[in-house]
């Protein structure tokens, strides 16, 4: 058994191959969450249940393939300013978890529900049951995470990230049995400080990670991101936007990272990690089960 550190995109990718090599749990980030139209959204969460379920929209890697989107479409000709597009049976998604969440369920729990709900076989556990919410310092002001990358489309000047209500964040019981009882803490190719941060912030997960095996995919190759805002991110947090800051991110319990043969140049040893390549880009599910096979085989 293996345990997934997971945000949106970059690691649902990887999952969609892995899934068909060996068994594991996906500790995902919940930071990026926001309540929308009167329900939960929580973006990362349902970028791996829709993977796993076999529904993700695969073009965009948000949302449900095929969905319609006419209940947004009305809100808008309503002039209801619902910023994020959300498709209908996504919808449903958030309806789901926001009923199960206001008759008192924990997150975790909901979130268990919905995994049934979807008939997904693997555990997939929110990295904490505590409100965190990932803000965006710019220079339009301080941001909620969707507000810069959706409502903005990314493009305002960051000046910072920080984690409001991190510092009161608990690892569940069943995120800290999940990841001591892991073989191996796989950091999949998602956003270094806004998807993975937060749940290495967690009070209890690094502690954990420091006597684990921990191996990690860059999500850089060269000086840029594969996809998202990483690199505003990594130089607002003093990063270098490159496969070593993503090590220096990860320094304080990383064994091992895995870059791209773009940056082969790499391999060997910096500072205490150990640095290996392969063609790490997935376009298609026979590459994901490919870089799935290679980091299994570390």
Sequence with gaps: MIAVLSGGTGTPKLLRGLKELTDFVV???TAEDIWISGNKVC???DAVLYTLAGIIDDERWWGIKGDSFRTHEMLLKLGYDEFMAIGDLDRAIHIFRSELLRKGYTLTEATRALRRALKVEQEVLP?????VETRVVTDVGDLHFQEFWVKHKGKPKVFDVYF???EKAKATRDVLRALKNAEL???GPS???TSIMPIILVKG???VLKVKRVVAISPIVGKSPVSGPAGKFMRAKGYEVSPLGVADVYLEFLDVLVVDDADRHLVGKYKSIEIVATNTIMKTVEDSKRLA???LSL
Excluded: H, Q, S
Excluded at 127 to 131: A, H, I, L, V
């Design 205 to 207: 997960v690094k502690e």
């Design 191 to 193: 956003n270094p400080i």
């Design 185 to 187: 803490v796989l950091i």
């Design 127 to 131: 990295m904490c049951d505590d409100d």
């Design 43 to 45: 973006p990362d969460i």
């Design 293 to 295: 096979e290679f980091v």
């Design 164 to 166: 409001r209500g991190i």
């Design 27 to 29: 500790i995902v980030n």
